[in-house]
């Protein structure tokens, strides 16, 4: 590769990679014994906290591993995991579009994306969560109907909005709030000039957004966007305010109650979190990957 | 050939420019023929490359009018009125420029093929396979051929800028725009990126550039205009007017530049 290239274009010298008439020079490492203190005494520390809670009766271990695959647990863990990816989906789909609202010319349209992010940042989830489960007694039913005039379609609100689709509802339009900011954030790290260099080219905005602006925004986007879905995975144990009472916290809620154990069964929704928790960081580890092409990864370590 | 109702590429007729209480530009009027290679120079903050950034409409003009081969740009004009286009129409206006930016601008995420497939892949609406044939033969007349396969990180400043002058070429435009296309490269590399240029000058296009090189303007161009707080201040063949600067103005600057 490196003969073919050099053949070619002005202003390019390839180095040769190794010559043999150079000897390098000889480095002895440098030794770090401070390190070595520091394994001894953290896995002397490690040990002993092992130590003292695998033995530790209080713990009940046995207990914890009878419900660790328990059907309502497993369960519990499916629920937590749809909840926390519709309701991204949904809010990552609500604050893209208010994020080009709020770029928008029309006022309106600028506006209605302030209000939003005002009020669902502005309010407790828990209140909101508590509003979405009464919407059906707020609303008992849904109509399509010309303002003071006749009634087209009318619904029982209770079978359109059912627990789960509070729940997705309300955790998803809390979220954007949040989401519009990150997204925000993302597109203002972009040197204007990209903007103009594809308008120049004769791009349209709908095009620009999606092909120029959004990959590069994904950098600046994925890591609080990660941090956001890792802290929505936990927000959904607070579906219990609707009630939704499918997700994994109160699955173990539930089981501890029957048995008056509440630490094993804590341990194994921590378990659960945990573990999902790793999952989505792996998930998060790929996506920068792979929008990160044509940014070399900077070390922040100094010296 | 059909009968063209212009026979100027660019003509600017009478523009104003306020930024706020600013007054960029002061009814500035230019015409530029159908391959003629315009070049404007003149202090920083004269307005040239506002002037230039008009003609693409990255710059909405307050007042006077921009036509490319004698069609209005930015408005429907009726009954003395203007009516905006829309900024679908105004899009489509664009793709009669190509325009080449001081610092680039490529686009980081993409290589420097898909940069210049960009335009033709995604605006024009070509195949995959043409715009990477297009593409390539582009990437070999700037001299770059084989490096298709690098971000622009991994190029140099002159490169990125060859690189960029093939993205807007890609497009076909009928005028090219420079805006002071070597002014952020160092020293030894502005050479390949005039060289690229002046091949460009040679083959017809109709360009507007604005420079500091005052050596380009000798060579290659062939109209010079020469602006100072927002006006054009002289406006002539460039081997005359800098040999002979009929403008105090431009005797001034010439002798700091030259």
Same mark, same amino acid.
Do not use: C
């Given at each position: 590769m490196t003969s073919e290239v050099e053949s070619i274009g002005a202003g390019f010298k390839p180095v040769a990679d190794e010559r043999r008439e150079i000897t390098r020079n000889v480095v002895v490492p440098r030794r770090h014994?401070?390190?070595?203190?520091?394994?001894?005494? &953290?896995?002397v520390l490690v040990l002993q906290f092992g130590q003292a809670i695998s033995v530790n009766p209080n713990f009940h271990w046995d207990v914890y591993l009878t419900y660790l695959f328990a059907p309502p647990v497993i369960r519990g863990v499916g629920w937590t995991l749809l909840l926390t990816v519709v309701a991204m989906t949904v809010a990552i789909t609500v604050a893209g579009l208010l994020v080009v609202m709020r770029d928008s010319e029309n006022p309106i349209l600028r506006g209605i994306a302030y209000g939003w992010v005002w009020f669902f940042r502005g309010t407790p989830i828990y209140t909101q969560l508590l509003f979405w489960g009464l919407f059906a007694v707020l609303f008992p039913n849904l109509s399509l109907s010309i303002p003071f005039g006749p009634e087209l379609i009318s619904v029982e609100t209770k079978y359109i909005v059912t627990p789960a689709i509070a729940a997705i509802l309300g955790l998803g339009f809390n979220e954007s709030a949040y989401l519009t900011e990150i997204f925000r954030a993302g597109f203002n790290s972009i040197d204007r000039g990209q903007a103009e260099a594809a308008q120049a080219l004769g791009m349209k905005r709908a095009k620009i957004w999606m092909r120029i602006l959004m990959p590069q925004a994904m950098r600046v986007i994925i890591p609080p966007t990660g941090n956001e879905t890792i802290g929505m995975l936990k927000m959904t144990s607070l579906v219990l305010a609707i009630p939704f009472t499918l997700d994994l916290t109160f699955a173990t809620n539930a089981i501890s109650n029957r048995l008056y154990l509440p630490i094993p069964l804590l341990l194994v929704a921590g378990?659960?979190? &945990?573990?999902?928790?790793?999952? &989505?960081?792996?998930?998060?580890?790929?996506l920068e990957r792979h929008f990160g092409k044509g940014v070399s990864a900077h070390s922040t370590r100094v010296g | 050939m059909t009968a063209n109702i212009s026979e100027f590429c660019v003509?600017?007729? /009478?523009?104003?420019?306020?930024?706020?209480?600013?007054?960029?530009?002061?009814?500035?009027?230019l015409r530029v023929r159908r391959g003629e290679v315009c070049v404007a120079i003149g202090p920083s903050g004269s307005g040239k490359s506002t002037l230039l950034r008009c003609i693409n409409q990255l710059e909405t003009i307050s007042a006077g009018r921009v036509l490319l081969k004698g069609e209005l740009q930015g408005f429907v004009e009726q009954d003395g009125r203007f009516h905006p286009l829309s900024s679908g129409q105004i899009a489509a206006q664009r793709r009669l420029t190509g325009m080449v930016f001081q610092r680039f601008h490529l686009f980081p995420h993409m290589t420097a093929l898909e940069n210049i497939m960009e335009g033709p892949a995604h605006v024009k609406g070509w195949s995959k396979d043409q715009a990477r044939t297009k593409a390539n033969q582009l990437l070999e007349r700037?001299?770059?051929?084989?490096?298709?396969?690098?971000?622009?990180?991994q190029l140099s400043g002159g490169q990125q800028q060859r690189v960029a002058i093939a993205r807007a070429l890609a497009m076909e435009p009928e005028v090219m725009l420079f805006d002071e296309p070597t002014s952020a490269l160092d020293p030894e590399l502005v050479g390949e990126v005039l060289d690229v240029i002046k091949d460009l000058a040679r083959s017809g296009i109709t360009m507007v550039v604005v420079t500091h090189e005052i050596g380009f303007a000798r060579e290659v161009g062939n109209h010079?205009?020469?602006?100072d707080q927002g006006?054009?201040?002289?406006?002539?063949?460039?081997?005359?007017?800098?040999?002979?600067?009929? /403008?105090?103005?431009?005797?001034a600057f010439l002798s700091k530049v030259l």
């Open positions: 014994p401070g390190r070595w203190i520091a394994v001894a005494v &953290l896995a378990t659960w979190y &945990l573990a999902i928790t790793s999952l &989505l960081m792996i998930g998060q580890y790929f | 003509e600017m007729q /009478n523009i104003h420019k306020f930024y706020g209480p600013f007054h960029a530009l002061k009814g500035v009027s700037v001299g770059l051929g084989g490096f298709g396969g690098r971000y622009p990180e010079l205009i020469f602006m006006q054009i201040m002289e406006e002539g063949h460039p081997r005359s007017m800098l040999a002979d600067p009929q /403008n105090p103005r431009t005797a």
